[in-house]
């Protein structure tokens, strides 16, 4: 036993500036709670078909972004706000608070426009931004990931393509975990002044990158194993119920309104 | 040294600790027991101040660890310098290219020189044995040989407490043995030691003091580790064994 | 980089999948010929790797800290037609799941970061690297190529907003998108990608790179043996011309500059407040001011009001309630 060792370590550190740990942690932290909410969802929710869901957001995102009427989007808005306030209160925070940042940031961006005497373009632009992430993020928080990748098959995306989301998602939060670990480790670790503080980030993207490669061949060989020819087929069951006809006469009124007002 | 008064840490509205009240001696050696998902994990995520209690105070040498003071750099490395975490996958803690840099990487945060940083490196690689792959990659390394390297990183900061999480997992039998023993010296040595295992064979040999978690997530026993093994009926209520233990 | 939606017209963004369309067959098919036996797992756990790389703050001097896209490193890493379907796979995955990134600009987003920042990125990284044939050279190479890789997609991404108010204008030739001329938004894209957000590219992934060569040296890409010809370059650089050439057809080029933004101005002024919104019955006064909207009948605006008002009420008390719950729960009684 050598005796420094043995013997308590006096120390003062030296001051540094590794805010960069932190941030990153958090960052990831975020992404993996994210995650980790999806598997609270019960069946989806309102029982509505999740290509349904789908549909009808990409549809709302597009009359959005055509239209030129303020009436149409106030109206949007207001269905938007009815759907988000039959959500849970965590859930609304969330959505809100992604939503209406980017929203201001786009303000912000748009501001010198205002300045300018364009009013018009900023609001207008601010408007739909907000609108359109509040409806992606109420399809992303009120249906499981799962049911919106195989409700693309519908859509003509390939299979493959789906596995390979399936896949990108389990994997983001098996890489986040085993990286959210290194960076925890790294903070440990980081007791002084890091004089290097590119190696050490790299190192931990090389790490991750390595392990990623592996864990690509490993399952590779498992899927080899199981049988896998390089067919997926995503199964999903699609039984009409009255919610989805309800969901349909939703759409039809929403695209009615788009062409009363919308004014391409 | 560590005192832990009615600790509760939840995440996302799922409980993981509930109620844990725990004092811990300096030059103590105190294994964790529990079933999966009892809440070890998160426990010594909290003592090294990775996560924060939602309820309860945590002391380390009579100071209260809170987030607003772990938000101070200073501070917060000072405290990171007294705590050795060993995690439990040993691949999340290496990251450096080579066994030497690696070991380094403490030492030279704390702004030794060169040299120092060199002999306390070799005493490192030596006290461990592991002084053949000084200047192999950790990534390609066995398990065991990655566990110890990950060891003789903390030990280079000197800290004062070590904590491991299920260090014996995936090591061979021989392996084990050894780091029990490792372990057993370290403590002699003064340093405080907190292992979390599912070892029951060699958590005697580990600890004299073990405490068990139940699956409310509370310590269900706080007792001398000789009579806590005996105690079948309380090791079979909190899931840690079943019907057949013990196997003979 | 990620541009969200609205700030680029649909028909841009169509133009934009029009050309990526090609890019996205030629790039699956030339993965199922030339990559590794783990190809398709690779290419989702890729995938994983980018959008996680994304998450990783770098310092910069100054203590302040930035992220890099990772283009270019993925493309040497994993290939340039793998890298351009990981990251196209993480960007949809943004933007369908994480509200990062628009879903119709979803292809304008894929076109300067998987396709300009990994193809652009590796050919001239690929380029100088087989004419310099040392150590040296490659990381050159690396340094080069993601630099200019990240900069030509923020070109890219700066000329994307500025055709906007050239070619989508209202009927009183207000802009209907990004209202910034190319005179506005390539010095506003350029200069910070020039002198930071570049820099962190080169160096993050040369930093990257030469940890892997040092411990994994074998989970590189290889490449092809032969040399790249220079027409492949060009090649590269034309084809990033092209949908800009497709948008800015029947547009004068000469034309956008100090011209451009005093017409946006003086057609502010001169129309006065608010002309287009009042021409549509809206007023900035209040959201719903005297619960009607002109444009729709007094009852329905009245109607729209009273929902927006039970709505907006609604989700006040569950965020409330959301607090109060949270605060509940950290004292479990005992």
Known sequence: MPDWLVKNQPYSPPPDKDQFINKSILSILRILSKLKSQSGYQMDKFQVNAALKVAFTFLLVILLSLSTSYTFILVVDVYLLVVLSLMEGKEIVKILSVSLAMAIFTFMILLPNVVLGNTYTSMMITLKVLSTLIAVNILSHSTRWHSITSALRRFGVPNIFILVLDITIKYISMLGDFSLNMLYSLKLRSVGRNNNKYASMAGISGTMFIKSKEMAEDMYAAMECRGFTGEYTVHNKWKWSMADLLYILKTVAIITAFLYWGRI | ?248 | MHIPDNYLSPSTCMVMGAAMLPVWTVAVSKVKTEATKAKLPMIGIGAAFSFLLMMFNIPLPGGTTGHAIGGTLLAILLGPYAACIAITVTLFIQALLFGDGGILSFAANSFNMAFIASFLGYFIYKFIKDRAKTAKGEYLGIIVGSYVGLNMAALATAIEFGIQPLLFTNAEGLPLYSPYPLSVSIPAMMIPHLLVAGVIEALFTVAIYSFIKKVSPDTIFEGTKHKIHPIYGLLVTLICLTPLGLLASGTAWGEWGADEIKNVVSGGKQLGFTPAGMKNGFSFNAILPDYSVTGLPEIAGYLLSAVAGVAIMMIIFKIISSFHKKNSREIPKS
């Open chain 2, 1 to 248: 040294m560590i005192d832990l008064k009615e600790v509760s840490y939840s995440y996302e509205g799922t409980i993981a600790l509930k109620n844990i009240n725990l004092h811990i001696e300096k030059g103590e050696a105190v294994a964790l027991l529990g079933a999966n998902g009892t809440g070890k994990s998160t426990l010594l995520k909290l003592l090294n101040g990775l996560l924060s209690p939602n309820q309860g105070v945590y002391r380390f040498n009579h100071q209260e660890i809170t987030p607003k003071k772990l938000k101070d750099p200073i501070f917060s490395k000072k405290f990171h310098q007294k705590i050795g975490f060993v995690f439990q996958n040993s691949d999340t803690q290496l990251f450096c290219p080579d066994v030497y840099d690696e070991i380094a990487f403490g030492p030279r945060q704390m702004g030794m020189n060169e040299s120092e940083v060199a002999k306390r490196v070799n005493d490192c690689l030596d006290l461990l044995g592991i002084q053949s792959f000084k200047h192999r990659q950790p990534y390609h390394l066995s398990g065991g040989e990655k566990r110890k390297v990950a060891i003789a990183c903390v030990l280079a900061l000197n800290p004062e407490v070590l904590i491991l999480d299920e260090p014996m997992n995936g090591l061979d039998p021989r392996t084990q043995r050894w780091l029990v023993d490792f372990l057993a010296t370290l403590n002699q040595a003064g340093k405080t030691v907190i292992t979390s295992t599912h070892n029951l064979d060699l958590v005697q040999e580990l600890s004299k003091r073990a405490i068990l978690f139940d699956e409310s997530h509370g310590i269900a026993a706080d007792l001398p580790t000789e009579t806590l093994l005996e105690k079948i009926d309380l090791l079979k209520r909190v899931n840690l064994v079943d019907e057949s233990y013990p196997f003979h």
